[in-house]
């Protein structure tokens, strides 16, 4: 069964850091490029970051000196880790299955784009 599973969210005070995880299972998560996405209540879904097959990644602007992905296809995981968390970082943050190895189109959670979602971790910054 292809699933994604999100792990590693949490309640954390501004300026602090979390490491989300993004477990595959069921397909070789190697072979894709993977996307984190963000939804606050009230709010559209938006792309956090992307990483290609080979290892090569985007960032939306809000977060890209902050936020690092990485993937360990060893371990058919990939990875968000953030630091300097604020307030507004507040989200549920979901991976997503490129359809492709490379980060194409990887900003908007269309399905023509993504075919497989994870549930979603919530990550929750205090101020």
């Known amino acids: 069964q292809v699933q994604l599973v999100e792990s590693g969210g949490g309640l954390v005070q501004t300026g602090g850091s979390l490491r989300l995880s993004c477990a595959a299972s069921g397909f070789i998560l190697g072979n894709y490029a993977i996307a984190w996405f963000r939804q606050a209540p009230g709010k559209e879904r938006e792309g956090v970051g992307c990483i290609s097959r080979d290892g090569s990644s985007n960032y939306e602007d809000s977060v890209k000196d902050r936020f690092t992905m990485s993937r360990d296809n060893s371990k058919n995981t990939v990875y968000l880790q953030m630091h300097s968390l604020q307030p507004e970082d507040t989200a549920v943050y979901y991976c997503?299955?490129?359809?492709?190895?490379?980060?194409?189109?990887?900003?908007?959670?269309?399905?023509?784009?993504?075919?497989?979602w994870g549930q979603g971790t919530q990550v929750t910054v205090s101020s």
């Open positions: 997503a299955r490129n359809t492709y190895s490379i980060c194409l189109n990887w900003g908007s959670p269309v399905d023509a784009t993504y075919d497989q």
